[in-house]
Protein backbone atom coordinates (compact mmCIF):
# COMPACT_ATOMS: atom_id res chain seq x y z
CA UNK A 1 0.00 0.00 0.00
CA UNK A 2 1.05 3.65 -0.96
CA UNK A 3 0.83 5.27 1.79
CA UNK A 4 2.37 9.81 2.30
CA UNK A 5 2.47 11.51 5.13
CA UNK A 6 3.42 15.41 3.61
CA UNK A 7 4.47 14.57 0.28
CA UNK A 8 6.87 11.78 1.46
CA UNK A 9 6.44 8.02 2.20
CA UNK A 10 5.48 7.26 5.97
CA UNK A 11 3.37 4.83 7.27
CA UNK A 12 2.32 6.09 10.70
CA UNK A 13 1.58 9.30 12.24
CA UNK A 14 2.78 11.28 15.33
CA UNK A 15 0.35 10.49 18.05
CA UNK A 16 0.43 13.85 18.88
CA UNK A 17 -2.22 14.82 15.77
CA UNK A 18 -5.09 16.82 16.67
CA UNK A 19 -6.75 14.31 13.61
CA UNK A 20 -6.44 11.35 16.28
CA UNK A 21 -7.31 13.10 19.65
CA UNK A 22 -10.43 15.33 18.03
CA UNK A 23 -10.98 13.87 14.46
CA UNK A 24 -9.93 17.26 13.58
CA UNK A 25 -9.86 17.39 10.14
CA UNK A 26 -11.73 15.98 6.71
CA UNK A 27 -11.01 13.37 4.11
CA UNK A 28 -11.69 12.83 0.76
CA UNK A 29 -11.79 9.50 -1.18
CA UNK A 30 -11.13 9.60 -4.73
CA UNK A 31 -10.99 6.78 -7.50
CA UNK A 32 -7.96 7.07 -9.43
CA UNK A 33 -7.74 6.38 -12.96
CA UNK A 34 -4.90 6.32 -15.34
CA UNK A 35 -2.68 8.17 -12.96
CA UNK A 36 -5.53 11.04 -12.22
CA UNK A 37 -8.33 11.65 -9.51
CA UNK A 38 -11.53 11.62 -10.92
CA UNK A 39 -13.13 14.67 -9.82
CA UNK A 40 -10.31 15.94 -8.70
CA UNK A 41 -11.20 19.52 -8.65
CA UNK A 42 -14.29 18.74 -6.87
CA UNK A 43 -12.58 16.88 -4.56
CA UNK A 44 -9.84 19.59 -3.79
CA UNK A 45 -13.31 22.43 -3.90
CA UNK A 46 -14.62 20.16 -0.99
CA UNK A 47 -11.59 20.44 1.02
CA UNK A 48 -10.77 23.85 0.61
CA UNK A 49 -14.14 24.75 1.65
CA UNK A 50 -13.95 22.29 4.60
CA UNK A 51 -10.86 23.58 5.89
CA UNK A 52 -12.46 27.08 5.51
CA UNK A 53 -15.91 26.50 7.67
CA UNK A 54 -13.04 24.76 10.40
CA UNK A 55 -10.63 27.27 10.24
CA UNK A 56 -7.95 24.56 9.19
CA UNK A 57 -5.06 26.85 7.61
CA UNK A 58 -4.65 24.67 3.89
CA UNK A 59 -2.42 25.49 1.67
CA UNK A 60 -4.46 24.43 -1.30
CA UNK A 61 -1.62 24.66 -4.00
CA UNK A 62 0.95 22.37 -2.42
CA UNK A 63 -2.24 20.11 -1.26
CA UNK A 64 -2.60 19.49 -5.43
CA UNK A 65 0.34 18.93 -5.69
CA UNK A 66 0.83 16.36 -3.31
CA UNK A 67 -2.58 14.80 -4.65
CA UNK A 68 -1.53 14.87 -8.68
CA UNK A 69 1.78 13.61 -7.63
CA UNK A 70 0.30 10.14 -5.40
CA UNK A 71 -1.87 9.80 -8.04
CA UNK A 72 0.60 9.93 -11.01
CA UNK A 73 2.42 7.20 -8.77
CA UNK A 74 -0.68 4.90 -8.13
CA UNK A 75 -1.74 4.81 -11.28
CA UNK A 76 -5.01 2.75 -10.54
CA UNK A 77 -7.27 2.37 -7.82
CA UNK A 78 -8.58 4.50 -4.48
CA UNK A 79 -6.70 7.63 -2.79
CA UNK A 80 -7.63 8.44 0.29
CA UNK A 81 -6.69 11.69 1.52
CA UNK A 82 -7.14 13.01 4.84
CA UNK A 83 -6.50 16.80 6.07
CA UNK A 84 -5.92 17.05 9.77
CA UNK A 85 -4.91 20.36 11.74
CA UNK A 86 -1.85 19.03 12.47
CA UNK A 87 -0.09 18.26 15.78
CA UNK A 88 -1.55 19.77 18.56
CA UNK A 89 -1.03 20.68 22.64
CA UNK A 90 -2.90 19.14 25.65
CA UNK A 91 -6.53 21.01 24.91
CA UNK A 92 -8.95 21.76 22.24
CA UNK A 93 -7.36 25.17 21.30
CA UNK A 94 -6.55 25.42 17.76
CA UNK A 95 -2.61 24.91 17.11
CA UNK A 96 -0.87 27.40 14.98
CA UNK A 97 1.29 25.00 12.84
CA UNK A 98 0.71 23.39 9.75
CA UNK A 99 -2.08 21.12 8.71
CA UNK A 100 -1.06 17.98 8.09
CA UNK A 101 -1.70 15.82 4.88
CA UNK A 102 -2.19 12.18 4.43
CA UNK A 103 -2.60 9.80 1.35
CA UNK A 104 -3.33 6.41 1.55
CA UNK A 105 -3.96 4.01 -2.03
CA UNK A 106 -6.36 1.10 -1.85
CA UNK A 107 -7.54 -1.20 -4.40
CA UNK A 108 -11.10 -0.45 -5.94
CA UNK A 109 -13.93 -2.45 -3.45
CA UNK A 110 -14.69 -5.29 -5.43
CA UNK A 111 -18.23 -4.70 -5.42
CA UNK A 112 -20.75 -7.15 -6.69
CA UNK A 113 -21.66 -6.07 -10.84
CA UNK A 114 -25.23 -6.72 -10.18
CA UNK A 115 -25.25 -3.80 -7.08
CA UNK A 116 -25.26 -1.11 -10.42
CA UNK A 117 -27.11 -3.73 -12.92
CA UNK A 118 -30.18 -4.71 -10.76
CA UNK A 119 -29.68 -2.27 -7.88
CA UNK A 120 -29.28 -2.85 -4.17
CA UNK A 121 -31.52 -3.65 -1.07
CA UNK A 122 -31.50 -0.70 1.79
CA UNK A 123 -30.82 -1.33 5.20
CA UNK A 124 -32.97 0.66 7.57
CA UNK A 125 -31.26 1.63 9.96
CA UNK A 126 -31.73 2.53 13.36
CA UNK A 127 -28.72 5.13 14.03
CA UNK A 128 -30.20 8.67 13.46
CA UNK A 129 -27.92 11.76 11.90
CA UNK A 130 -27.88 14.45 14.54
CA UNK A 131 -28.27 18.26 13.55
CA UNK A 132 -25.28 20.08 13.52
CA UNK A 133 -25.55 23.04 11.40
CA UNK A 134 -21.90 24.36 12.05
CA UNK A 135 -20.32 20.83 10.55
CA UNK A 136 -23.23 19.52 7.92
CA UNK A 137 -21.77 18.32 4.38
CA UNK A 138 -18.65 18.20 5.73
CA UNK A 139 -16.72 15.39 5.04
CA UNK A 140 -15.01 15.93 8.85
CA UNK A 141 -13.27 12.99 10.48
CA UNK A 142 -16.42 12.74 13.12
CA UNK A 143 -17.54 9.70 11.96
CA UNK A 144 -19.06 7.79 14.95
CA UNK A 145 -22.74 7.83 13.77
CA UNK A 146 -21.60 6.32 10.44
CA UNK A 147 -19.95 2.93 12.51
CA UNK A 148 -22.69 2.95 14.23
CA UNK A 149 -24.99 2.99 11.55
CA UNK A 150 -22.60 0.31 9.83
CA UNK A 151 -22.73 -2.05 12.58
CA UNK A 152 -25.98 -2.72 12.41
CA UNK A 153 -26.59 -5.15 9.87
CA UNK A 154 -23.84 -8.34 8.47
CA UNK A 155 -26.54 -9.13 5.81
CA UNK A 156 -24.92 -8.95 2.77
CA UNK A 157 -28.09 -8.74 1.29
CA UNK A 158 -27.90 -5.14 1.96
CA UNK A 159 -25.39 -3.28 0.27
CA UNK A 160 -26.22 -0.09 2.15
CA UNK A 161 -27.81 1.32 5.02
CA UNK A 162 -30.78 4.02 5.25
CA UNK A 163 -29.81 6.68 7.31
CA UNK A 164 -32.52 9.62 8.83
CA UNK A 165 -31.89 12.74 10.59
CA UNK A 166 -33.24 12.80 14.25
CA UNK A 167 -36.34 14.27 13.18
CA UNK A 168 -36.83 11.78 10.68
CA UNK A 169 -36.21 12.91 7.63
CA UNK A 170 -34.35 10.68 4.84
CA UNK A 171 -30.83 12.12 4.26
CA UNK A 172 -28.53 9.43 2.68
CA UNK A 173 -26.71 6.39 3.29
CA UNK A 174 -23.84 5.52 5.16
CA UNK A 175 -21.01 5.95 2.52
CA UNK A 176 -23.48 7.59 0.06
CA UNK A 177 -25.66 9.97 -1.13
CA UNK A 178 -29.40 9.40 -1.81
CA UNK A 179 -31.74 10.17 -4.56
CA UNK A 180 -35.23 10.33 -5.71
CA UNK A 181 -36.62 10.60 -8.74
CA UNK A 182 -41.00 11.67 -8.87
CA UNK A 183 -42.53 12.98 -11.46
CA UNK A 184 -39.32 13.46 -13.68
CA UNK A 185 -37.89 15.25 -11.00
CA UNK A 186 -34.32 14.69 -9.42
CA UNK A 187 -34.61 15.41 -5.57
CA UNK A 188 -32.24 15.15 -2.78
CA UNK A 189 -31.91 16.11 0.58
CA UNK A 190 -30.51 19.38 1.47
CA UNK A 191 -27.84 18.79 3.75
CA UNK A 192 -27.43 21.90 6.20
CA UNK A 193 -28.70 20.30 9.04
CA UNK A 194 -26.79 16.97 8.93
CA UNK A 195 -25.21 14.84 6.39
CA UNK A 196 -22.06 14.39 3.89
CA UNK A 197 -22.05 17.09 0.20
CA UNK A 198 -20.49 14.57 -1.50
CA UNK A 199 -19.06 15.32 -4.70
CA UNK A 200 -20.52 12.73 -7.00
CA UNK A 201 -23.44 14.23 -5.81
CA UNK A 202 -22.63 17.42 -6.72
CA UNK A 203 -21.64 16.18 -10.14
CA UNK A 204 -25.09 14.43 -11.09
CA UNK A 205 -26.54 17.55 -9.81
CA UNK A 206 -24.59 19.92 -12.21
CA UNK A 207 -25.05 17.25 -15.29
CA UNK A 208 -28.75 16.96 -14.71
CA UNK A 209 -29.41 20.35 -14.81
CA UNK A 210 -27.16 20.83 -17.82
CA UNK A 211 -29.38 18.19 -19.61
CA UNK A 212 -32.75 19.83 -18.67
CA UNK A 213 -33.95 17.99 -15.51
CA UNK A 214 -35.58 19.60 -13.11
CA UNK A 215 -33.17 19.18 -9.64
CA UNK A 216 -34.44 19.97 -5.76
CA UNK A 217 -32.39 20.13 -2.84
CA UNK A 218 -34.78 19.84 0.25
CA UNK A 219 -36.12 17.84 2.86
CA UNK A 220 -37.18 14.52 2.20
CA UNK A 221 -40.07 12.92 4.50
CA UNK A 222 -40.12 8.85 4.54
CA UNK A 223 -43.58 8.79 2.89
CA UNK A 224 -42.06 10.88 0.05
CA UNK A 225 -39.37 8.48 -0.65
CA UNK A 226 -41.67 5.23 -0.40
CA UNK A 227 -43.68 7.10 -2.86
CA UNK A 228 -40.91 7.56 -5.38
CA UNK A 229 -40.46 6.48 -8.98
CA UNK A 230 -37.10 5.97 -8.96
CA UNK A 231 -34.60 5.91 -6.09
CA UNK A 232 -30.93 5.37 -6.71
CA UNK A 233 -27.49 6.18 -4.76
CA UNK A 234 -24.26 7.56 -5.63
CA UNK A 235 -20.59 7.95 -4.37
CA UNK A 236 -17.31 8.72 -5.95
CA UNK A 237 -16.56 5.27 -6.08
CA UNK A 238 -19.00 3.10 -7.47
CA UNK A 239 -21.19 5.83 -9.17
CA UNK A 240 -24.55 5.17 -8.82
CA UNK A 241 -26.31 2.01 -7.84
CA UNK A 242 -30.02 1.67 -8.28
CA UNK A 243 -32.08 0.76 -5.01
CA UNK A 244 -34.36 -1.57 -5.66
CA UNK A 245 -35.71 -2.57 -2.13
CA UNK A 246 -36.37 -0.62 0.99
CA UNK A 247 -38.63 -3.24 3.47
CA UNK A 248 -41.48 -3.92 2.13
CA UNK A 249 -41.16 -1.06 -0.99
CA UNK A 250 -39.36 -2.53 -4.28
CA UNK A 251 -38.60 -0.28 -7.03
CA UNK A 252 -37.80 -0.85 -10.69
CA UNK A 253 -34.38 0.32 -11.94
CA UNK A 254 -36.22 3.32 -13.96
CA UNK A 255 -34.99 5.70 -17.16
CA UNK A 256 -33.37 8.58 -15.39
CA UNK A 257 -31.23 6.20 -12.97
CA UNK A 258 -30.14 4.78 -16.04
CA UNK A 259 -29.26 7.80 -17.46
CA UNK A 260 -26.99 9.47 -14.38
CA UNK A 261 -25.81 5.66 -14.07
CA UNK A 262 -23.87 6.24 -17.47
CA UNK A 263 -22.83 9.62 -16.87
CA UNK A 264 -21.30 8.06 -13.22
CA UNK A 265 -20.41 5.45 -15.50
CA UNK A 266 -18.26 7.55 -18.31
CA UNK A 267 -16.21 9.39 -15.36
CA UNK A 268 -15.32 6.36 -13.33
CA UNK A 269 -14.48 3.87 -16.35
CA UNK A 270 -11.13 4.87 -17.97
CA UNK B 1 7.27 13.01 27.11
CA UNK B 2 6.46 9.44 27.96
CA UNK B 3 3.76 7.53 24.80
CA UNK B 4 3.33 4.30 24.69
CA UNK B 5 1.10 2.03 22.16
CA UNK B 6 -0.22 -1.02 23.35
CA UNK B 7 2.29 -1.36 26.36
CA UNK B 8 5.15 -0.17 24.09
CA UNK B 9 7.05 2.86 24.40
CA UNK B 10 6.42 4.55 20.56
CA UNK B 11 5.76 7.99 19.43
CA UNK B 12 4.17 7.16 16.48
CA UNK B 13 0.67 5.64 15.07
CA UNK B 14 -0.69 3.35 12.05
CA UNK B 15 -2.22 5.58 9.71
CA UNK B 16 -4.90 2.48 8.92
CA UNK B 17 -5.33 3.37 12.48
CA UNK B 18 -9.35 3.84 13.03
CA UNK B 19 -9.07 6.60 15.77
CA UNK B 20 -7.65 8.59 12.68
CA UNK B 21 -9.74 7.67 10.09
CA UNK B 22 -13.47 7.92 12.06
CA UNK B 23 -12.63 8.87 15.54
CA UNK B 24 -13.22 5.21 16.27
CA UNK B 25 -12.92 5.55 20.08
CA UNK B 26 -12.80 6.59 23.46
CA UNK B 27 -10.14 8.84 25.78
CA UNK B 28 -9.45 9.52 29.52
CA UNK B 29 -7.53 12.38 30.93
CA UNK B 30 -6.22 11.27 34.63
CA UNK B 31 -4.68 13.56 36.73
CA UNK B 32 -0.97 11.54 38.17
CA UNK B 33 -0.12 11.57 41.66
CA UNK B 34 2.96 9.57 43.47
CA UNK B 35 3.02 7.54 40.69
CA UNK B 36 -0.69 6.72 40.66
CA UNK B 37 -3.74 7.92 38.79
CA UNK B 38 -6.58 9.86 40.48
CA UNK B 39 -10.30 8.19 40.15
CA UNK B 40 -8.24 5.04 38.15
CA UNK B 41 -11.70 3.34 39.33
CA UNK B 42 -13.96 5.85 37.72
CA UNK B 43 -11.63 6.66 34.51
CA UNK B 44 -11.26 2.67 33.71
CA UNK B 45 -15.21 2.24 34.22
CA UNK B 46 -15.56 5.03 32.07
CA UNK B 47 -13.42 3.56 29.26
CA UNK B 48 -15.03 0.10 29.71
CA UNK B 49 -18.79 1.13 29.55
CA UNK B 50 -17.59 3.70 26.56
CA UNK B 51 -16.25 0.79 24.55
CA UNK B 52 -19.43 -1.67 25.52
CA UNK B 53 -21.19 1.39 23.74
CA UNK B 54 -19.33 1.42 21.00
CA UNK B 55 -18.83 -2.61 20.42
CA UNK B 56 -15.22 -1.84 20.76
CA UNK B 57 -13.93 -4.87 22.71
CA UNK B 58 -11.90 -4.18 25.57
CA UNK B 59 -9.79 -6.30 27.17
CA UNK B 60 -10.16 -4.36 30.58
CA UNK B 61 -7.64 -6.69 32.39
CA UNK B 62 -4.76 -5.70 29.91
CA UNK B 63 -5.94 -1.67 29.85
CA UNK B 64 -5.97 -1.36 33.50
CA UNK B 65 -2.22 -3.12 33.58
CA UNK B 66 -0.57 -0.83 31.07
CA UNK B 67 -2.46 2.09 32.90
CA UNK B 68 -1.02 1.52 35.79
CA UNK B 69 2.53 0.84 34.98
CA UNK B 70 2.26 3.87 32.38
CA UNK B 71 1.59 6.12 35.59
CA UNK B 72 4.12 3.98 37.50
CA UNK B 73 6.82 5.23 35.32
CA UNK B 74 5.29 8.79 34.69
CA UNK B 75 4.98 9.59 38.48
CA UNK B 76 3.49 12.88 38.44
CA UNK B 77 1.33 14.92 35.72
CA UNK B 78 -1.33 13.90 33.25
CA UNK B 79 -2.08 10.85 32.04
CA UNK B 80 -4.01 10.40 28.04
CA UNK B 81 -5.35 7.08 27.37
CA UNK B 82 -6.75 6.91 24.02
CA UNK B 83 -8.76 3.54 22.71
CA UNK B 84 -9.39 2.76 19.63
CA UNK B 85 -10.71 -0.15 17.38
CA UNK B 86 -7.60 -0.53 16.03
CA UNK B 87 -6.74 -0.85 12.50
CA UNK B 88 -9.44 -1.00 9.45
CA UNK B 89 -9.48 -1.88 6.35
CA UNK B 90 -11.59 0.70 3.93
CA UNK B 91 -15.06 1.37 4.94
CA UNK B 92 -17.00 2.02 8.09
CA UNK B 93 -17.45 -1.46 9.13
CA UNK B 94 -16.00 -2.02 12.47
CA UNK B 95 -12.84 -4.38 12.25
CA UNK B 96 -12.71 -7.12 13.89
CA UNK B 97 -9.18 -7.12 15.19
CA UNK B 98 -7.90 -6.01 18.90
CA UNK B 99 -8.30 -2.32 20.11
CA UNK B 100 -5.13 -0.28 20.31
CA UNK B 101 -4.10 1.14 23.64
CA UNK B 102 -2.40 4.46 23.65
CA UNK B 103 -1.16 6.84 26.51
CA UNK B 104 0.05 9.87 26.53
CA UNK B 105 1.86 12.14 29.32
CA UNK B 106 1.73 15.57 29.88
CA UNK B 107 2.65 18.02 32.45
CA UNK B 108 -0.37 19.15 34.67
CA UNK B 109 -1.25 22.44 32.96
CA UNK B 110 -0.06 25.50 34.77
CA UNK B 111 -3.39 27.05 35.62
CA UNK B 112 -3.32 30.37 37.38
CA UNK B 113 -4.02 29.78 41.11
CA UNK B 114 -6.81 32.79 41.14
CA UNK B 115 -9.23 30.57 38.83
CA UNK B 116 -9.83 28.04 42.26
CA UNK B 117 -9.56 31.34 44.30
CA UNK B 118 -11.49 34.05 43.13
CA UNK B 119 -13.50 31.93 40.41
CA UNK B 120 -13.02 31.89 36.37
CA UNK B 121 -15.41 33.84 33.89
CA UNK B 122 -17.29 32.23 31.90
CA UNK B 123 -17.57 32.81 27.69
CA UNK B 124 -20.95 32.26 26.18
CA UNK B 125 -20.56 30.18 22.93
CA UNK B 126 -22.31 30.13 20.20
CA UNK B 127 -20.99 26.33 19.19
CA UNK B 128 -24.45 24.56 20.39
CA UNK B 129 -23.92 20.62 21.08
CA UNK B 130 -25.98 18.69 18.49
CA UNK B 131 -28.10 15.99 20.31
CA UNK B 132 -26.96 12.86 19.50
CA UNK B 133 -28.40 10.14 22.25
CA UNK B 134 -26.42 7.11 20.99
CA UNK B 135 -23.03 8.65 21.81
CA UNK B 136 -24.22 11.15 25.02
CA UNK B 137 -22.06 11.51 27.81
CA UNK B 138 -19.09 9.13 26.40
CA UNK B 139 -15.69 10.75 26.12
CA UNK B 140 -15.71 9.61 22.62
CA UNK B 141 -12.50 11.29 19.95
CA UNK B 142 -15.29 12.86 17.92
CA UNK B 143 -14.60 16.37 19.34
CA UNK B 144 -14.80 19.12 16.39
CA UNK B 145 -17.99 20.67 18.61
CA UNK B 146 -15.76 20.98 21.62
CA UNK B 147 -12.67 22.44 18.63
CA UNK B 148 -15.14 25.10 17.20
CA UNK B 149 -16.53 25.88 20.79
CA UNK B 150 -12.66 26.71 22.36
CA UNK B 151 -11.66 28.71 18.49
CA UNK B 152 -14.49 31.22 19.53
CA UNK B 153 -12.55 33.37 22.16
CA UNK B 154 -8.92 34.06 22.60
CA UNK B 155 -9.31 36.72 25.76
CA UNK B 156 -7.85 35.14 28.62
CA UNK B 157 -9.69 36.72 31.00
CA UNK B 158 -12.21 34.14 29.95
CA UNK B 159 -11.11 30.29 31.68
CA UNK B 160 -13.73 28.16 30.19
CA UNK B 161 -16.85 28.38 27.71
CA UNK B 162 -20.27 27.54 28.46
CA UNK B 163 -22.08 25.27 25.86
CA UNK B 164 -25.75 24.94 25.35
CA UNK B 165 -27.44 22.10 23.22
CA UNK B 166 -29.42 23.06 20.33
CA UNK B 167 -32.53 23.47 21.95
CA UNK B 168 -30.37 25.86 24.27
CA UNK B 169 -29.90 23.68 27.14
CA UNK B 170 -27.31 24.63 29.63
CA UNK B 171 -24.80 21.02 29.19
CA UNK B 172 -21.17 21.71 30.08
CA UNK B 173 -18.01 23.32 29.73
CA UNK B 174 -15.68 23.19 26.85
CA UNK B 175 -13.51 20.67 29.03
CA UNK B 176 -15.41 20.35 31.67
CA UNK B 177 -19.13 20.03 33.60
CA UNK B 178 -20.97 22.35 35.18
CA UNK B 179 -23.06 22.52 38.49
CA UNK B 180 -24.88 25.12 40.03
CA UNK B 181 -26.89 25.29 43.30
CA UNK B 182 -30.16 26.75 43.96
CA UNK B 183 -31.58 26.07 47.36
CA UNK B 184 -28.72 24.07 48.98
CA UNK B 185 -29.73 21.89 45.84
CA UNK B 186 -27.05 20.58 43.70
CA UNK B 187 -28.22 20.63 40.38
CA UNK B 188 -26.01 19.49 37.02
CA UNK B 189 -27.37 18.53 33.27
CA UNK B 190 -29.26 15.29 32.31
CA UNK B 191 -26.26 13.96 29.68
CA UNK B 192 -28.27 11.37 27.88
CA UNK B 193 -28.79 13.75 24.75
CA UNK B 194 -25.04 14.82 24.60
CA UNK B 195 -22.08 15.96 26.72
CA UNK B 196 -19.50 14.36 28.65
CA UNK B 197 -20.03 12.67 31.82
CA UNK B 198 -16.97 13.47 33.62
CA UNK B 199 -15.24 11.36 36.57
CA UNK B 200 -14.92 14.35 38.56
CA UNK B 201 -18.44 15.29 38.23
CA UNK B 202 -19.41 11.61 38.97
CA UNK B 203 -17.19 11.97 42.11
CA UNK B 204 -18.43 14.83 43.05
CA UNK B 205 -22.17 13.87 43.10
CA UNK B 206 -21.52 10.56 44.91
CA UNK B 207 -19.86 12.23 47.61
CA UNK B 208 -22.22 15.09 47.98
CA UNK B 209 -25.09 12.31 48.27
CA UNK B 210 -23.46 10.76 50.55
CA UNK B 211 -22.68 13.86 52.46
CA UNK B 212 -26.57 14.43 52.55
CA UNK B 213 -26.60 17.23 50.22
CA UNK B 214 -29.80 16.38 48.06
CA UNK B 215 -28.49 16.41 43.79
CA UNK B 216 -30.63 16.56 40.76
CA UNK B 217 -29.45 15.34 37.25
CA UNK B 218 -31.56 17.10 35.00
CA UNK B 219 -32.65 19.64 32.26
CA UNK B 220 -31.67 23.13 33.04
CA UNK B 221 -32.46 26.16 31.12
CA UNK B 222 -30.39 29.61 30.90
CA UNK B 223 -32.84 31.31 32.94
CA UNK B 224 -32.24 28.80 35.99
CA UNK B 225 -28.35 29.25 35.81
CA UNK B 226 -28.94 32.65 35.86
CA UNK B 227 -30.79 32.62 38.97
CA UNK B 228 -28.50 30.20 40.92
CA UNK B 229 -26.98 31.09 43.94
CA UNK B 230 -23.66 29.51 43.39
CA UNK B 231 -22.15 28.00 39.71
CA UNK B 232 -19.12 26.02 39.86
CA UNK B 233 -17.27 23.71 36.62
CA UNK B 234 -15.49 20.80 37.42
CA UNK B 235 -12.83 18.38 35.76
CA UNK B 236 -10.57 15.63 36.89
CA UNK B 237 -7.32 17.90 36.37
CA UNK B 238 -8.18 21.35 38.36
CA UNK B 239 -11.14 19.61 40.54
CA UNK B 240 -13.58 22.39 40.89
CA UNK B 241 -13.37 26.36 39.78
CA UNK B 242 -15.95 28.78 40.91
CA UNK B 243 -17.93 30.42 38.07
CA UNK B 244 -17.91 34.43 39.16
CA UNK B 245 -19.13 35.97 36.00
CA UNK B 246 -21.45 35.05 32.55
CA UNK B 247 -21.87 38.48 30.51
CA UNK B 248 -24.15 40.95 32.96
CA UNK B 249 -24.15 37.96 35.68
CA UNK B 250 -21.69 38.15 38.80
CA UNK B 251 -21.72 35.52 41.57
CA UNK B 252 -20.03 35.18 44.79
CA UNK B 253 -17.90 32.04 45.80
CA UNK B 254 -20.65 30.13 47.43
CA UNK B 255 -19.98 27.72 50.82
CA UNK B 256 -20.99 25.03 48.81
CA UNK B 257 -18.86 25.56 46.03
CA UNK B 258 -15.84 25.53 48.36
CA UNK B 259 -16.83 22.60 50.41
CA UNK B 260 -16.69 20.64 47.15
CA UNK B 261 -13.52 22.31 45.68
CA UNK B 262 -11.97 21.12 49.12
CA UNK B 263 -12.85 17.88 48.52
CA UNK B 264 -11.52 17.48 44.91
CA UNK B 265 -8.17 19.21 46.11
CA UNK B 266 -7.94 16.28 48.62
CA UNK B 267 -7.95 13.73 45.87
CA UNK B 268 -5.99 16.12 43.46
CA UNK B 269 -2.99 17.56 45.69
CA UNK B 270 -1.11 14.25 46.69
Redesign the interface.
Known sequence: ML?W?DGQP???????????????GL?ETMAVRSGSPVLLERHLARATAGCER??IRLDADRLRNEVTAFCAELGQG?A?L?V??GDGQ?????SAGAPRH?L?S?AM?AYPAQHGEQGVCLYPCA??L???P??AGLK????????????EWQDAEYAEGLMRD?SGRVIEG??SNLFLVAGGRLVTADLQRCGVAGVMRAELLAQAQALGIECQVRDIELDELLGADEVFLCNSLYGVWPVRRLQARHWPVGPLTRKLQALARHLLDR
Do not use: M, W
Request: aromatic letters at 8%; hydrophobic letters at 50%; charged letters at 20%.
Open positions: TVAASLPLVDRGLAYGDFLHVKITRRGYAPIQAPTRAEQLLHLNRLEQVLARAVVF
